[in-house]
T-cell receptor, first 114, second 116 residues
Framework: ELKVEQNPLFLSMQEGKNYTIYCNYSTTSDRLYWYRQDPGKSLESLFVLLSNGAVKQEGRLMASLDTKARLSTLHITAAVHDLSATYFCAVLMYSGGGADGLTFGKGTHLIIQP | NAGVMQNPRHLVRRRGQEARLRCSPMKGHSHVYWYRQLPEEGLKFMVYLQKENIIDESGMPKERFSAEFPKEGPSILRIQQVVRGDSAAYFC??????????????FGDGTRLSIL
């Protein structure tokens, strides 16, 4: 069974600081996603990482993937209040039998204080 | 806006009643996924459907839950004889057919189900 673990689960940080969220998964995966969720809202796709060493950046967020370590990171640079949200990583494991559902981590609740 | 449409946004039911949740995928998408999110938890995969076919229901509870995606109309997630533990947010996602490894899943706004 594929397991996805995120840490930390809760993070409170000040504006202007840098921090990293970690996502470990238990078996070989075909693809890793990062999503953002605001309270009471749906999931917004942030990044799709396809291969070992992949790095993607959008604004103050940067995501990377190390398939050998089964680890992805989401790095926040010079945080601003608008980035407060819950961030999920999710892993797709293509079994060939049609099992295409994503397996999600529990999420990291990020609060950025002025 | 041609995004994934779910309705209702909020649904309240009493124990023992039935709940029907609807999902219309994005235009051009033929694959539908249902997920359940409990408070303070990540989303849990329930079922994956294509038109008129259930492809993978490994995440569905064995009893009371069913899903369909008919040839015409939205996908329906049906929960019979609801219990308090069914209270959750239910999200639908859709993707385009074809090479599914390269097709991202787009999520709807979810249905918040509350059981009294």
């Amino acid at each position: 069974e594929l397991k996805v673990e995120q840490n930390p689960l809760f993070l409170s940080m000040q504006e202007g600081k840098n921090y990293t969220i970690y996502c470990n998964y238990s078996t070989t995966s075909d693809r890793l996603y990062w999503y953002r969720q605001d309270p009471g809202k749906s999931l917004e796709s942030l990044f799709v990482l396809l291969s070992n060493g992949a790095v993607k950046q959008e604004g103050r967020l940067m995501a990377s993937l190390d398939t050998k370590a089964r680890l992805s990171t989401l790095h926040i640079t010079a945080a601003v209040h608008d980035l407060s949200a819950t961030y999920f990583c999710a892993v797709l494991m293509y079994s060939g039998g049609g099992a295409d559902g994503l397996t999600f981590g529990k999420g990291t609740h990020l609060i950025i204080q002025p | 806006n041609a995004g994934v449409m779910q309705n209702p946004r909020h649904l309240v039911r009493r124990r023992g009643q039935e709940a029907r949740l609807r999902c219309s995928p994005m235009k051009g998408h033929s694959h539908v996924y249902w997920y359940r999110q409990l408070p303070e938890e990540g989303l849990k995969f329930m079922v994956y459907l294509q038109k008129e076919n259930i492809i993978d229901e490994s995440g569905m509870p064995k009893e009371r839950f069913s899903a369909e995606f008919p040839k015409e109309g939205p996908s329906i997630l049906r929960i019979q004889q609801v219990v308090r533990g069914d209270s959750a947010a239910y999200f639908c996602a859709s993707s385009r057919g074809g090479d599914r490894l390269h097709q991202p899943q787009h999520f709807g706004d979810g249905t918040r189900l509350s059981i009294l």
